[in-house]
């Protein structure tokens, strides 16, 4: 019973009570209470609240500008550190044990993975975020400024901070931070799955024309519709007009890389020329820090060079020099590997200084 209708019984019943013996009362007894009955309870009294929706992406978007905790809250994985399923930066690091004209130059670094000793100390105090711009607009203590380490374990040596990208870092070490569940992620958001790619072809790519008659090479019209792209999208275009990063397999990105090179050769008169702009454009993106690296090196590569009739091209060949980078090495590979230097990606990418895989 609403606390109104207890009040009211209680004053009734005191009313009673001050009534000669005999007299009965005015009205029909409980009659009275069961009229009240029907009247509809106030606003507010005795209703059961609604439940407030939940908002999922309230800690997505609190990490953008960056959130305080222990470096023993944060998952460290190969490529760098998650928390609580979001791929972070760790900044504005509280080392004591550091001299104090180190301790502020150390609280000013963002790092990727834990490139000293202090950073594996679990209870020391960060900040951690995942959008490097909002984190210096929130922090009056910047500007907050990548760790020269850091920026070359993930990109190679020489690497250029200005064109560094977390959401770029995370694509090229999804299988590192997604465990290899097809996914998309972007500061500010949860992840949401993917699924597998169109296992049927869909027509040419809307983007650029790209086409094959096998599947396998085009987002599943699902996703694509989720992410507000075309419909029949290749991998690499998909990946490319998003804002964040698609994690696929590496197998199915370099899968849409051939489709899309074997359909360039195709409506050229002649096979193109070797050059790294025509590799940055075939290949998928995770793979760009490497081709920045190797161009400091080496001259421009053949793509998807068959080297053997028995074994799988060479993403990147160079026949003169009787070296190509494979997706993996083994069984016929190894046999060949004694005319040709072969690498895979991983080995390329230690070799040139790259530590986060």
């Known amino acids: 019973m609403a606390l109104w209708k207890q009040a009211l019984a209680k004053l009734r019943g005191a009313a009673d009570e001050a009534k000669p013996s005999g007299v009965e009362a005015e009205s029909g007894g409980d009659g009275e209470l069961d009229v009240l009955d029907e009247i509809p309870a106030a606003e507010g009294e005795d209703t059961a609240p609604e ?41 504005g690091a509280d080392v004591r044990e550091l001299e104090a004209s180190q301790q502020r130059d150390f609280f000013s670094q963002i790092h990727l993975y834990p490139c000293s000793g202090v950073l594996q100390n679990e209870t020391v105090g960060a900040w951690v975020g995942t959008d490097l ?67 049927r072809a869909e027509g040419d790519c809307p983007h650029c024309g790209c086409r094959a008659e096998e599947g396998g090479w085009q987002l599943a019209s699902e996703d694509a519709q989720r ?5 029949g999208s290749c991998l690499l275009c998909a990946e490319r007009r998003v804002k964040g990063c698609l994690h696929l397999t590496g197998e199915e990105l ?22 790294w702009r025509l590799a940055e454009a075939i290949l998928p993106l995770g793979w760009q820090p490497l081709l920045q690296s190797l161009q400091r090196v080496l001259p421009p590569p053949e793509l998807f ?44 990418e230690a070799e040139l200084g790259f530590k986060l895989r």
């Open 51 to 91: 439940p407030k929706a939940v908002d999922k992406q309230v800690l997505a978007r609190e990490l953008q500008s960056g959130i305080e905790v222990s470096l023993g809250d944060l998952e460290f994985l190969g490529a760098g550190w998650r928390y609580r399923g979001h791929p972070v930066m760790v900044f």
């Open 133 to 199: 711009e909002q984190i210096n607009a929130g922090h009056g203590q910047g500007p907050f400024r990548l760790c020269r380490a850091c920026l070359e374990a993930a990109a190679g040596r020489g690497a250029d901070a200005a064109r560094f990208d977390f959401a770029s870092h995370v694509r090229s070490h999804g299988d590192s931070y997604f465990a290899d569940a097809p996914c998309y992620w972007q500061p500010g958001a949860n992840s949401e799955p993917l699924q597998a790619p169109a296992s």
């Open 227 to 231: 992410l507000e792209l075309p419909v």
């Open 254 to 275: 370099l899968g849409a890389a051939r489709v899309r090179y074997q359909y360039l050769v195709s409506q050229a008169a002649k096979v193109p020329a070797p050059s």
């Open 305 to 348: 060079y068959v080297y053997a009739e028995s074994a799988q091209p060479a993403v990147l060949a160079w026949p003169s020099l009787r070296r190509g980078i494979v997706e993996s090495v083994g069984g016929t590979e190894e046999t060949i590997a004694e005319e040709w230097s072969l690498w895979t990606r991983g080995q390329i």
